[in-house]
């Protein structure tokens, strides 16, 4: 299994740009997650999915949209690039366990520069 | 709202040390509590979760509900202990166990 794959590694992009955050996963997940790291941040949840056509916004949803058209993808649109989300994107993925026992697993991130 | 705090962004001990990550929450539900780790060029990783209470790696993490702690240890320090250690709480109910992260903690084992 390749676990949760992510694409591009790395981009850089101009102000007013969009562009897709590719996330996959091949563990039959129902849960997806995407969040950001910025330096001495920590992680914070950008937008959720619990399944195929349900998701839900995290902590700091504002300038991102998500779609999840099938249980293996999670893509993340950013429509109008700003320097604000120059951060590392970090997918996630799990199986519904109870909230004891969840183990997230995570892809190797997305470094985004916005110039 | 839920809240994890980690006081210090680094720490740096010798090889052999002791070694007590701090982390506190807030939360007026009952919590679950985990452990996470970032070795360098790895992906982030589950390293321990409170319920099982278990010993992975050495390290050892004890829930303390009337100090809202949730602190991981290892009585000696080891080189390969060095990365980014995150500590996370979910307070879901139900099914949709979504994390929350504290800021994170460096640690930096030196020879």
């Known amino acids: 299994n390749a676990g949760v794959t992510q694409t591009p590694k790395f981009r850089i992009l101009k102000i007013g740009q969009s562009m897709t955050l590719q996330c996959a996963q091949d563990m039959n997940h129902n849960y997806m997650y995407w969040y950001r790291q910025d330096p001495g941040m920590g992680l914070k949840l950008i937008y959720y999915?619990?399944?195929?056509?349900?998701?839900d916004k995290g902590e700091v949803p504002n300038g991102y949209n998500v779609s999840r058209s099938t249980t293996e993808d999670f893509p993340l649109r950013l429509e109008l690039a700003a320097p604000s989300q120059t951060s590392v994107y970090f997918c996630?993925?799990?199986?519904?366990?109870?909230?004891?026992?969840?183990?997230?697993?995570f892809g190797p991130g997305t470094r985004l520069t916005v110039l | 709202a839920q809240r994890v705090t980690q006081p210090e962004k680094l720490l740096s001990v010798f090889k052999g040390a002791p070694v007590e990550l701090k982390c506190n929450y807030s939360?007026?539900?009952?919590?679950?509590l985990f452990w996470y780790v970032q070795y360098s060029r790895q992906r982030l990783q589950l390293l321990l979760r409170h319920i099982s209470r278990e010993s992975i790696k050495g390290f050892t993490a004890d829930l303390n509900k009337g100090e809202t702690s949730f602190h991981l240890k290892k009585p000696f320090a080891q080189e390969e202990d060095s990365a980014m250690y995150y500590c996370a709480l979910s307070c879901a109910t139900g099914a949709n166990s979504k994390l929350t992260f504290g800021k994170g903690i460096t640690l930096s084992v030196r020879p």
């Open positions: 939360y007026s539900g009952s919590p679950e």
């Open positions: 996630a993925s799990s199986y519904p366990s109870s909230a004891a026992y969840n183990e997230q697993f």
């Open positions: 999915s619990v399944g195929a056509g349900i998701t």
